[in-house]
């Protein structure tokens, strides 16, 4: 059996520990609520007043909040970004902080048949459940509406403005990065193409696409405010081909980067069939680097000296021609050897290394 100590209060408005805190004129305390960095809520009766203290119940002051025909305020329940409800009796209302308490406004929404709101719990996002008296219902609110939009550029839209709808941090939190997020692109976007469009700026093509119609809408009404050109003509220039863009040229590095680029793509994304990427990497899957061969066989490659040379690239193939591929490419070691798993017969072996001319093919007899 679990054992709970004996806990002691201090009386914060008489008698031991007293700190003339009081609340005055009331009978009852009904309903407390903590809003965090020291802010207690105390809702009354028998005159539903919401008393508020700041240093975490020591003293107190009356908000001058009354809730309004009301006796009772029955149920407080913290919704976060300083949002608290009030649950009152006896017509069962419901009452709205959005600065932590400090004014409050009827929200209209009277639980209709009911007397009192007993009970108040905040379960997230917005949804609110009520429970009431004296037929033990239990009422649920709906999710609030958001801000209506304005026909502003969606980037003009802050954090603050969605405050007070009873929307989760998680929510606000979410809303703020794509608001964010949406910034970001359209800035990125008219920096790239208003007044300075080149072919650098074409690496920004992806988010064009990615763009709906509406952001479509405002990119055009950024463009025509901010550049010489229609927008009209903009999108003519920015979205034609390379090998059309008269009067434009890519640079050496320009070149070199997109160079680097294809070469760290992966694989799978360009091995669509009947792609010449799809040909390219059967053409390699085919090749076996060591051989497909039995016998472990090794070829040393010597200078004009007889000295071993070493780090020459070597691979065989089964035609002097040099089209069929069987096995390498492989280094030599420091020996000039190097090794391969072929089967009996006369195969042809190809060198190259830089700085030095080979005769290739050499015509290789493995037994």
């Known amino acids: 059996m679990t054992v709970f100590p004996q806990l002691f209060f201090d009386e914060i408005g008489q008698g031991y520990g007293n700190s003339g805190a009081a609340i005055t004129g009331e009978t009852y305390v009904r309903a407390l609520v903590y809003l965090g960095n020291g802010i207690v809520l105390a809702g009354t009766g028998a005159n539903a007043e919401i008393w508020r203290s700041t240093d975490y119940g ?13 006796a009772y305020v029955q149920a407080q329940v913290y919704l976060g970004n300083g949002i608290v409800l009030a649950g009152t009796g006896s017509h069962a209302e419901i009452w709205r902080s959005t600065d932590y308490g400090v004014t409050w406004a009827d ?17 997230g996002n917005g949804i609110v459940l009520a429970g009431t008296g004296a037929h033990a219902e239990i009422w649920r609110s709906d999710l609030p509406p958001l801000p209506a939009f304005e026909d502003r550029m969606i980037e003009e839209y802050t954090i603050e403005e969605f405050k007070g709808t009873g929307w989760s941090n998680e929510t606000l939190k979410a809303i703020k990065e794509y608001v964010d997020d949406l910034e970001t692109r359209l800035s990125a976007t008219r920096a790239g193409y208003l007044d300075n469009i080149n072919n650098v700026n074409l690496a920004t093509i992806a988010d064009i696409s990615a763009l709906t119609a509406t952001e479509i809408a405002y990119l055009n009404a950024a463009i025509s405010s901010r550049s010489n050109h229609a927008a009209a003509d903009v999108w003519t220039v ?45 053409k390699v899957s085919d090749i076996d ?79």
């Open 58 to 70: 020591v003293t107190w002051a009356d908000t001058g909040a009354a809730i309004t025909d009301e």
């Open 107 to 123: 929200t209209g929404a009277a639980i209709t048949d009911e007397v009192n709101v007993q009970s108040l719990v905040y379960l």
């Open 238 to 282: 920015v979205t034609r081909a390379l090998t059309d863009k008269l009067g434009f040229s890519l640079s050496t590095a320009g070149i070199d980067a997109i160079a680097d680029q294809i070469w760290d793509e992966i694989q799978s994304g360009h091995v669509d069939a009947g792609s010449f990427g799809e040909y390219l990497d059967a």
């Open 289 to 367: 680097v060591i051989g497909p061969g039995a016998l472990s066989c090794t070829w040393t490659q010597r200078d004009g000296s007889g000295n071993p040379m070493d780090n020459v690239q070597v691979w065989i193939t089964t035609d002097e021609g040099g089209a069929n591929v069987i096995a390498g490419t492989r280094l030599t070691d420091s020996s000039g050897e190097v090794t391969f798993m072929l089967d009996a017969g006369t195969y042809y072996v190809w060198r190259e290394k830089g700085g030095f001319d080979f005769t290739n093919p050499q015509s290789w007899t493995v037994s």
